[in-house]
């Protein structure tokens, strides 16, 4: 809870828990919405981050993430960053149908992991692989090939 977790819901949860969770979600973001005007601008310019992981492979992470990734683009374009932090087996950028330019290697070493603006420039558009999301979701994929991982 610390780490900011709201939340928990059950792997076992039915159709009218998974409602009342939701609902929850749903007031308690429209609560922080209204006291968002009360940031100050450094509070405001903050992003967020979601998490989608598992111990398990198969289960529809990328998947998820990659939804939920252009569904933030579509609220707001050119506000979403999705990084493929599984360096074993990562494939975001596979599932998008893109063979990026850099990788994660390249965020975190070098000029990138100092200086925000550099970092933007390894970043790569989605404009190619995604039609609904053209040009508004920057992706950060895991390595480059299996030899590096």
């Given at each position: 809870?610390?780490?900011?977790?709201?939340?928990?819901?059950?792997?076992?949860?039915?159709?009218?828990?998974?409602?009342?969770?939701?609902?929850?979600?749903?007031?308690?973001?429209?609560?922080?919405?209204?006291?968002?005007?009360?940031?100050?601008?450094?509070?405001?310019?903050?992003?967020?981050?979601?998490?989608v992981a598992?111990?398990?492979?198969?289960?529809?992470?990328?998947?998820?993430?990659?939804?939920?990734?252009?569904?933030?683009?579509?609220?707001?374009?050119?506000?979403?960053?999705?990084?493929?932090?599984?360096?074993?087996?990562?494939?975001?950028?596979?599932?998008?149908?893109?063979?990026?330019?850099?990788?994660?290697?390249?965020?975190?070493?070098?000029p990138a992991?100092?200086?925000?603006?550099?970092?933007?420039?390894?970043?790569?558009?989605?404009?190619?692989?995604?039609?609904?999301?053209?040009?508004?979701?920057?992706?950060?994929?895991?390595?480059?090939?299996?030899?590096?991982?």
């Amino acid at each position: 809870m610390r780490a900011g977790v709201r939340d928990v819901m059950s792997p076992e949860a039915d159709i009218p828990d998974i409602r009342v969770v939701l609902d929850r979600a749903a007031s308690a973001a429209l609560a922080r919405r209204k006291n968002a005007d009360g940031q100050s601008d450094q509070q405001a310019a903050q992003g967020k981050i979601i998490v989608v992981a598992s111990p398990k492979g198969g289960t529809g992470k990328t998947t998820i993430a990659t939804n939920i990734a252009v569904g933030l683009a579509s609220a707001a374009p050119h506000s979403a960053v999705l990084v493929d932090l599984d360096v074993q087996f990562g494939d975001v950028a596979s599932a998008l149908q893109l063979v990026p330019e850099h990788d994660l290697t390249d965020a975190v070493t070098g000029p990138a992991s100092q200086d925000s603006i550099v970092l933007k420039t390894v970043l790569s558009p989605t404009r190619r692989a995604c039609t609904r999301c053209a040009d508004r979701i920057r992706l950060l994929r895991a390595t480059r090939s299996p030899a590096t991982r």
